[in-house]
T-cell receptor
Framework: GQQVMQIPQYQHVQEGEDFTTYCNSS?????IQWYKQRPGGHPVFLIQ?????EVKKQKRLTFQFGEAKKNSSLHITATQTTDVGTYFC????????FGAGTTVTVRA | DAGITQSPRHKVTETGTPVTLRCHQT?????MYWYRQDPGHGLRLIHY???????DKGEVSDGYSVSRSKTEDFLLTLESATSSQTSVYFC??????????????????FGEGSRLTVL
């Protein structure tokens, strides 16, 4: 069945540095969504990618959908303490499947 | 934030007792979902609803039942709680995306979660 894998599971980042988290699907996706969950909070929608090769930016966050629509990435530049949390990707095939998330901590 | 409220927010119960979690929305969205969140597993779908009295199973539905008698309310019931059902439960709603399946999702709006501990 459909599986969505995220790597890395944990990301420890120095404030000001860049990092990337990756999402890989075992099947071709119709779209992919990204969510952010702050510690103790609930997941909040960030963005949805639909087209092959699509790239979208939100300030310091860059989201990309792979050409084959089986993978995606989230790149954060100049990490800030406000970026702390867990980032989930969710791939939609015939159902929406969430990855296990990348938990980001930031060293000031 | 979308108008979603979950109750109770915290509950401690004993093995074998029934538990009902309630999700209430004021957005008149068609789709409602129940997820559980456990460390290392992300969010796993328990059940979902695509309309009043229309529900279907998700990937971890064993031991859970749901009901939706009104558009705004989606209830999750654990008939006989077990320790493996200790988790954080999230309700989510969606107005539906561009796809054509019953489980189609556009953007999901999540409630604040219900933390359930089964002793």
């Amino acid at each position: 069945g459909q599986q969505v894998m995220q790597i890395p599971q944990y990301q420890h980042v120095q404030e000001g540095e860049d990092f990337t988290t990756y999402c890989n699907s075992s099947t071709t996706l119709s779209n992919i969504q990204w969510y952010k969950q702050r510690p103790g909070g609930h997941p909040v929608f960030l963005i949805q990618l639909v087209k092959s090769g699509e790239v979208k930016k939100q300030k310091r966050l860059t989201f990309q959908f792979g050409e084959a629509k089986k993978n995606s990435s989230l790149h954060i530049t100049a990490t800030q303490t406000t970026d702390v949390g867990t980032y989930f990707c969710a791939g939609y095939d015939y159902k929406l499947s969430f990855g296990a998330g990348t938990t980001v901590t930031v060293r000031a | 934030d979308a108008g979603i409220t979950q109750s109770p927010r915290h509950k401690v119960t004993e093995t074998g007792t029934p538990v009902t979690l309630r999700c209430h929305q004021t957005e008149n969205h068609r789709y409602m979902y129940w997820y559980r969140q456990d460390p290392g597993h992300g969010l796993r779908l328990i059940h979902y609803s695509y309309g009043v009295k229309d529900t279907d199973k998700g990937e971890v539905s064993d031991g859970y039942s749901v009901s939706r008698s009104k558009t705004e309310d989606f209830l999750l019931t654990l008939e006989s709680a077990t320790s493996s059902q200790t988790s954080v439960y999230f309700c989510a709603i969606s107005g539906g995306g561009a796809g054509l399946t019953r489980a189609d999702t556009g953007e999901l709006f999540f409630g604040e979660g219900s933390r359930l501990t089964v002793l």
